[in-house]
T-cell receptor, first 113, second 117 residues
Framework: NAGVTQTPKFQVLKTGQSMTLQCAQD?????MYWYRQDPGMGLRLIYY???????DKGEVPNGYNVSRLNKREFSLRLESAAPSQTSVYFC????????????FGSGTQLSVL | AQSVAQPEDQVNVAEGNPLTVKCTYS??????LFWYVQYPNRGLQFLLK??????LVKGSYGFEAEFNKSQTSFHLKKPSALVSDSALYFC???????????????FGKGTHLIIQP
């Protein structure tokens, strides 16, 4: 049972480059989320998708876009990477948006030079 | 507005001793409280939650948490620590007034728990 799978695990970008972080879950969950984790700041929500076909901004959406491709997949895109986007990114899912029991992927460590 | 605080960056405990990881919160309505654990190079894992009812909540891996409304606290506890409990622990809160669900969670900064053999 894979749970939540994120790719890639590591990525180094130059300022201005673009990239897409991929996330897929095999638990038939309705809701999916993207968080960033920075030292001493806990987790902050970037975007979420309460159900297939919907996406909403979280606490820190600037510089990011998302696509809920289907029920399983939720991608995060950085159109023009900035050093401030250096972080660890986590994808998560839950049965439904009202359920706070989140299942997390193992993360993507992104460095923007 | 809701907030959560984990006052200790790091907690050191000898194996076999009881452990406590502290969490305090602030909400306008009623709190929904959660603990998550992050092992090295892994995503967070759900440990337990408090919504309403019994002030002592039991969770995974032998952990429990005590809700104290008067002190606005939700401390994580375990009677006997294991070396394998060493990890980063996050407290999270959602205000009943905020509506929604997981999108309304506020996470604390995390506490490193180190269990010494």
């Amino acid at each position: 049972n894979a749970g939540v799978t994120q790719t890639p695990k590591f990525q180094v970008l130059k300022t201005g480059q673009s990239m897409t972080l991929q996330c897929a879950q095999d638990m038939n969950h309705n809701s999916m989320y993207w968080y960033r984790q920075d030292p001493g700041m806990g987790l902050r929500l970037i975007y979420y998708s309460a159900s297939e076909g919907t996406t909403d901004k979280g606490e820190v959406p600037n510089g990011y876009n998302v696509s809920r491709l289907n029920k399983r997949e939720f991608s995060l895109r950085l159109e023009s990477a900035a050093p401030s986007q250096t972080s660890v990114y986590f994808c998560a899912s839950s049965v439904m948006s009202t359920n706070e029991k989140l299942f997390f992927g193992s993360g993507t460590q992104l460095s923007v030079l | 507005a809701q907030s959560v605080a984990q006052p200790e960056d790091q907690v050191n405990v000898a194996e076999g001793n009881p452990l406590t990881v502290k969490c305090t919160y602030s909400v306008s309505g009623n709190p929904y409280l959660f603990w998550y654990v992050q092992y090295p190079n892994r995503g967070l894992q759900f440990l337990l939650k408090y919504i309403t009812g019994d002030n002592l909540v039991k969770g995974s891996y032998g952990f429990e948490a005590e809700f104290n409304k008067s002190q606005t606290s939700f401390h994580l506890k375990k009677p006997s620590a294991l070396v394998s409990d060493s990890a980063l622990y996050f407290c999270a809160v959602r205000d009943s007034y905020s509506g929604g669900g997981a999108d309304g969670l506020t996470f604390g900064k995390g506490t490193h728990l180190i269990i010494q053999p």
